[in-house]
């Protein structure tokens, strides 16, 4: 197998040592030790653990995490993998090793990242033995390996497996991506053991006869156990060396100059060298020096290689080196790895070295490919890295290979980074190349991207502009791919702008081509398009279109655009008063959107779920999500708004401190978006307030922003209550925007109170139910509006109609007489309820599962049978929608809401 893996690799024990003999002695260690070996007993009952050992360079890291192996029983599997200091590192590197570790070979389907999460996280799962993972050096980890360490670590609790990771601490600056990912893992997850200097105790029991005061050696090495035992083991007694750098400088001027060079070579090597390659890099020399740096300790054997003994003494070698030695040393690595007969295993390694020696024709033909491998994995970031190690020669190669190059760069760059002036100029650049070469076809191609960035930016006018200068071009150009992909960018468009029967048009002939390509996503997307399109006019054929998009999507595993119809059908669903299906459509789709980690849609559909608790009347539930999604990290303003909007909503409905100051929020966030969704819903609620605290010029200014935006800008809910509000506040509003609107809506203008009522009710819309019963003149009624918003939450409403029906020292009854059908809608939708109905006995039980704790833990904390958690288990799966402990899991960590209470709290409660 050694010929398959780059110079660096994995190591592993495939005989785990169990032998007194083979424990490497540590000083100053029990505590952690004893940390590791602990975890690793609770894994049964308690679930896994991510567990982080951090410290300086020689602080002993590494050492802790092989004794813990060692001390492990040999029945217990268990691998090492590295990450390495590539000038881009290996996209996945440590987990494709950890696998074949694992395993003994790649999977079938080696080049898919897929694999690597979902399928092998099951293959882990059903192990009977959990094993111990251990990656190296995250401090050097590439983009990939963090995305999985994220979706290990937000599931670890459920999985039998220790994940142990090392990595220097005082290397993690304060944006360093590794400390972003770490923030992610639940930190009840997760354990730091960070590793402290040697006590000066310590030290003296390793100073046995040295000749140097041990006070001296703390002083020396600050009580770094590499450089303690360097100094230690150094020649120079009589002679006390200035630094560790001296040590190993003179151990590597006591051998032979033969032994020195190829030291040095190797030196020039990152991470663990494969055997094979050694006569090679060292242009076919006599290998038996090696033997003598081994003896010295400069270097030692892993199992498929070889490595210096600390990456401390391979950097001090290769510091020493003149720059020509060093750029001598690496081209003849270089040439190495060009002579094998098969150059895929080796792409980062290519990359890497050529431009070390700044090899301008091997950057040009391999950071490529590099890139394309590293874009299999999902690993933009490397893949940007990659190419833009190309950028600053491209007047080394054709004009049409530059504009390739230019688009791939930024394609990659607008994936992984940021969508900055940088990534707009590359395809600017690349207009130019394509012009030059009378490739319109390509340039209507980038004009189409610079459109989709400039909408990503927020910037809408340029999006528009440069869309439309594409699809002159393109429409000039026999149909293509391209052309399709233009169309449904103009059709999402005008669909964001409520330009309704513009985005069905464009949408229509996006699926024409998507059809006549076969292009499966392009088709999904539109058919998203189109179907969101008639929703928002009222029209429910539209959902069929979401549907079919939706089977597409999941077919063909396009994660997003799934995502994407579960977010845009939900919200079609509540402004069309579907509030049953919304509820059902929402969970799914957050269920799907947390086994397939996409966060930002996440977060986005809980800010609905937010919305439809207060379609529903549950005000406190509304609240409670929308401040949960909020609290979230790392949220763009897209994401948050929904939740940002409901919040304010909510606030004001229950009279509630802090309106204002959210509602300002959620203004300026819809202002900076500019879509009429975002903006429609500001604006109601300004009129909504201005009516309830008889605010007039208020509420004409609202009315009058709400009008601008105009009738086809709002949906037919929007619409029809802007007009609830504005009969409502004596305001006067065109005819225009009085047609076509909901049923409910219409019998309330037309001035069927009673009925209105009954219709808002039956759609679990009773806050507004109850404005109609205020409006009635039998004192019943008013009572039963009294009874409902003070049932409901309603504060604003109920300050607002017994001010106005000098009813302030009426006694309100709960139980006052009110209509059966209101009286049904709040017992089936009590505003105040645990989440999803939980009782407080799965409540305790839940908060159990979350901690990692097995049926048979649950069972011996709550003195109960094994059978009754099961059912409670059952119970609680099936109350949230989840088929699995995994799934449960997720659940709760994007919405926090559901189980806020440790199992102490629950029992207190």
Request: charged content about 20%.
């Amino acid at each position: 197998m050694a010929d398959i893996f780059p110079i660096f690799g994995y190591q592993q024990i495939d005989t785990p040592i169990n032998d007194e003999n083979h424990v490497i002695d540590m000083l100053d260690r029990d505590t952690q030790l004893q940390a590791l070996h602990r975890e690793y007993d609770r894994i049964q009952n308690c679930g896994g653990k991510a567990i982080f050992i951090t410290g300086e360079a020689g602080i002993g890291k590494s050492t802790l995490a092989e004794n813990f192996l060692a001390g492990l029983d040999k029945t217990i599997l268990r691998a090492i993998a590295l990450c390495d200091p590539l000038s881009t590192p290996r996209p996945l590197g440590p987990v494709r090793d950890l696998y074949l570790a694992i395993n003994g070979h790649p999977p079938s389907d080696a080049n898919s990242s897929g694999f690597y999460f979902e399928q092998w996280l099951a293959q882990l799962q059903a192990m009977p033995i959990p094993p111990v993972l251990v990656i190296e050096d995250l401090h050097w980890v590439d983009e990939r390996t963090l995305d999985w360490i994220q979706f290990v670590g937000r599931r670890i609790i459920q999985l039998p497996i220790l994940l142990l990771c090392t990595f220097r601490d005082d290397e993690i600056y304060s944006n360093h991506p590794l400390k972003k990912a770490l923030a992610t893992v639940p930190a009840s997850y997760q354990i730091s053991l960070s590793l402290p200097a040697l006590s000066l105790s310590a030290i003296d029991e390793m100073n046995t006869n040295s000749g140097i005061s041990s006070q001296r050696l703390l002083s020396i090495t600050g009580g770094n156990p590499f450089y303690l035992t360097e100094l230690l083991n150094s020649q120079h007694s009589s002679q006390i060396p200035t630094t560790v750098a001296d040590v190993i400088q003179s151990r590597l001027n006591s051998l032979p100059s033969e032994a020195q060079f190829l030291i040095e070579r190797l030196a020039c090597v990152v991470g663990v060298i494969s055997i094979p390659l050694l006569p090679a890099i060292s242009d076919n020399r006599d290998l038996s020096p090696v033997d003598n740096a081994i003896e010295r300790g400069i270097l030692e054997e892993s199992c498929h290689g070889l490595c210096f003994r600390h990456d401390i003494v391979r950097i001090t070698i290769y510091n020493q080196l003149k720059p020509f030695q060093r750029r001598q040393h690496e081209r003849a690595i270089l040439r190495a790895l060009l002579g094998l007969p098969d150059h895929t295993p080796f792409l980062d390694s290519i990359v890497h070295y050529a431009q070390k020696t700044e090899s301008i024709d091997t950057l040009l033909q391999f950071a490529p490919l590099a890139a394309a491998k590293a874009a299999q994995f999902g690993a933009h970031k490397e893949a940007t890295a990659y190419l833009a190690q190309c950028k600053p020669i491209l007047n080394h190669t054709s004009a049409d290979i530059a504009a390739t190059l230019l688009e791939e760069w930024a394609y990659e760059a607008g994936l992984s980074i940021h969508i900055d002036s940088e990534v707009i100029d590359a395809r600017k650049q690349a207009i130019d190349l394509w012009q030059q070469l009378g490739r319109n076809d390509k340039v209507g191609e980038n004009l189409r991207w610079l459109s989709r960035m400039h909408w990503y930016r927020g910037e809408s006018q340029q999006a528009h502009s440069y869309i439309e200068q594409a699809l002159v071009i393109l429409e000039q150009e026999p149909a293509s791919v391209a052309q399709a992909n233009a169309y449904a960018l103009r059709a999402q468009y005008h669909m964001l702008q409520d330009q309704m029967p513009e985005a069905i048009t464009w949408a229509n002939k996006t699926i024409a081509l998507a059809k006549q390509f076969n292009c499966q996503e392009i088709l999904a997307h539109a058919l998203n398009t189109k179907g969101t399109a008639k929703m928002f006019r009222a029209d429910l054929t539209g959902e069929a279109d979401l549907q079919q998009s939706l089977a597409i999507s999941l077919a063909n595993k396009l994660d997003e655009q799934a995502a994407r119809v579960y977010t845009n059908l939900s919200e079609c669903l509540i402004e069309n008063g579907e509030l049953s299906k919304a509820e059902a459509c929402i969970e799914q789709g957050i269920s799907f959107d947390t086994s397939h980690d996409l966060d930002s849609w996440t977060y986005y559909l809980i800010g609905r779920k937010a919305q439809l608790k207060l379609e529903q009347s549950q005000f406190q539930e509304a609240q409670l999500i929308a401040n949960s999604a909020l609290r979230q990290p790392n949220q763009t303003l897209l994401m948050k708004i929904p939740a940002q909007i409901t919040l304010a909503r909510t606030l004001l409905r229950q009279g509630s401190p802090g309106f204002e100051k959210h509602q300002a929020q959620a203004k300026a966030d819809a202002l900076k978006i500019n879509e009429p969704q975002y903006l429609a819903a500001v604006y109601l609620t300004d009129l909504e307030y201005a009516v309830i605290h008889e605010q007039q010029a208020m509420a004409t200014t609202a009315l009058s922003a709400l009008l601008k935006l105009g009738a086809l800008a709002l949906s037919h809910r929007k619409r029809g209550e802007a007009c609830f509000w504005a009969h409502y506040g004596d305001l006067e509003i065109p005819s225009r925007f009085t047609k076509n609107l909901p049923q409910v809506f219409d019998v309330f203008l037309g001035g069927d109170i009673q009925r209105a009522a009954n219709l808002f009710t039956e759609q679990q819309s009773v806050y507004f139910a109850g404005w109609c019963l205020s409006l009635q003149s039998e004192p019943e009624s008013l009572t039963q509006a009294q009874n409902l918003f003070a049932t409901i939450g309603a504060n604003s409403a109920l300050g607002y109609i017994t001010k106005h029906n000098n009813s302030t020292t009426e006694k309100i009854s709960l139980n006052s007489a009110s209509t059966p059908s209101t009286q049904t809608a709040l017992h089936s939708n009590p505003p105040t309820h645990m989440p999803y109905g939980l009782t407080k006995k799965e409540r305790l039980v839940l908060s159990l599962l979350v901690a990692g704790n097995s049926n048979s833990a649950i069972a011996e904390k709550l003195s109960r049978s094994k059978r009754t958690i099961e059912n409670h288990v059952a119970s609680i799966f099936s109350k949230l929608g989840c088929k699995n402990r995994v799934e449960v899991l997720l659940k709760i960590q994007s919405e926090p809401w559901i189980q806020q209470s440790t199992p102490e709290a629950v029992l207190a409660d």
